[in-house]
């Protein structure tokens, strides 16, 4: 995806102009949501995340607004693995928005932070007995059934419990969502979801099994899609099947087009989330079902920054690597996707910008944020913003090297707040235990 996509690298006054939340202050350099990211440097120390909550805000109801303006109104669930902090989640919460969850571990986080269990909706390829037997006990409002395999499981679990579990058919509707491999969902060859060719004969098994609520289908066809045309091929698919299914005299009341809507990290053309709106409204729009949808990475990961610091500049001949204190176990997505995220430096520029690879200290090759990526000269202490990481960011990351986990600040209206400390050293190795015979 990212990397792959051959454009222009955008200036830093590009960069600031297609993301409002940024801004510069003559003193004190680059802010996000008004507040100078050296204040948040100077208070909370590197590497550190910080959210803009006013962003993640207006990002939701500008996403509900696309579709009212299409006449939908979707139930909108936000895929808590895209960044599973308590805070976020409560945002959304206060915007209506319930949550698209992926293990129990996920489902007590959302319980936790004030969400109703009927405002979950529980996805997975590989849920587990107990995942299923926990989701039945909250209560929670819908399970999207990956297999037949696992709807005979759900069933068997559900007359066990006594109560009807509220089922949707996730359908692998065999697109190419044109997006990088390791995100892909909707191809045949994936993992994810019942084939479209079964989909049929298992809905129909599904309809007359008892244990079973079944109120529709549900489909996700990967992340971070720039390309309509996916998106669409996908629901044209399920709204034939739909009515494939009615016309055997299937009951059908819900669809779940999942999520995926990406953003643009590096200036890329994007879907816009009107066009994406109105292909679901042309699509989906009229087969008189309520509506829902999972999107994580569009409300969250331009919100977010990954704030860190320069420890030194190594010069090697012919290349400059710009060592920073954060790493690949913090922001896995370059080494993991080959992602592209901007960076800015924090205090205005001295001097002209030349070619350097920005690396962090892990004791791996792929530990690297950017290679041949054009910053002005940045000495030691020198704070970077890594841009959009506010999606599969802080929820990936490890200890790897032994590294604690970042503390993340949230800015909203100018002020900010800690709303995860940085991990201390100890917790590293808290749970852990040596064997008595070790003496
Ligand atoms: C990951 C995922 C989402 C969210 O995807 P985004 O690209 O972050 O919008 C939604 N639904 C399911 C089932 C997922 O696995």
Redesign the pocket.
């Known amino acids: 995806m990212d990397a792959m996509v051959s454009v222009p690298e955008p200036d830093p006054a590009e960069l600031r102009a297609t993301r409002p939340h940024l801004g510069i202050d003559p003193v004190a350099g680059l802010t996000l949501e008004d507040v100078p990211l050296a204040a948040i440097a100077r208070s909370f120390g590197t590497p550190a995340w910080v959210y803009g909550a006013g962003t993640m805000r207006a990002r939701a109801r500008a996403f509900r607004a696309a579709f009212a303006a299409c006449g939908l109104a979707p139930d909108i669930h936000f ?1 808590v ?2 960044n599973d902090h308590q805070a976020v989640l409560r945002l959304f919460a206060a915007e209506g928005l319930g949550a ?1 969850v ?1 293990s129990g571990g996920e489902l007590a986080r959302a319980r936790a932070a004030g969400m109703a269990a009927t405002d979950i909706v529980f ?2 390829v590989g849920k587990t007995v107990a995942e299923l037997d926990r989701a039945l006990a909250e209560g929670v409002g819908q399970i ?1 059934v990956e297999s037949a395999e696992e709807l005979e499981m759900l069933a068997a679990r559900a007359r066990a419990a006594g109560r009807p579990a509220p089922v949707v058919l ?1 359908v692998n509707p065999d697109v190419d969502a044109a997006t990088h491999a390791k ?1 892909t ?1 909707g191809r045949a060859e994936n993992k ?1 979801g019942i084939a479209l060719a079964e989909a049929e004969t298992v809905y129909a098994r599904a309809a007359r099994l008892e244990g079973i609520t079944l109120r529709g289908l ?1 489909f ?1 066809i ?4 720039t390309d309509l045309a996916a998106f669409r091929a996908a629901c044209t698919r399920i709204a034939d099947l739909a009515r494939a299914l009615r016309g055997r005299g299937l009951a059908l009341d819900t669809v779940d087009f ?5 953003i643009s990290y590096r200036g890329e053309a994007v879907v816009g989330v009107d066009a994406y709106a109105g292909a679901i409204a042309a699509t989906l729009g009229g087969l008189g079902v309520r509506l829902k949808t ?6 969250v ?1 331009p919100a977010g920054v990954l704030l860190a610091a320069v420890v030194l500049v190594k010069e090697t001949p012919g290349r400059r690597f710009v060592v920073l204190d954060a790493a690949m176990n913090d922001l896995l997505r370059p080494a993991l996707y080959e992602a592209w995220h901007a960076m800015l430096p924090v205090a205005p520029a001295r001097g002209p910008a030349g070619p350097v690879d920005v690396v962090g200290p892990v004791c791996e090759s792929a530990d690297r944020f950017a290679v041949g990526r054009m910053l002005p000269p940045l000495g030691p202490g020198a704070l970077v913003a890594i841009l959009d990481a506010g ?2 960011g802080a929820v990936m990351s490890s200890t790897y090297n032994s590294r604690p986990l970042l503390p993340v600040v949230m800015i909203e209206r100018g002020r900010f707040a800690l709303v995860r400390a940085r991990q201390p050293e100890e917790a590293l190795w808290a749970g852990e235990r040596v064997p008595e015979w070790f003496g």
């Open positions: 895929a693995k895209a698209d992926v996805s997975g999207n996730r995100i969902t994810f549900a996700h990967g992340s971070q899609i999942g999520g995926g809507l990406g999972e999107p994580g990475r569009w409300l990961g999606a599969y």
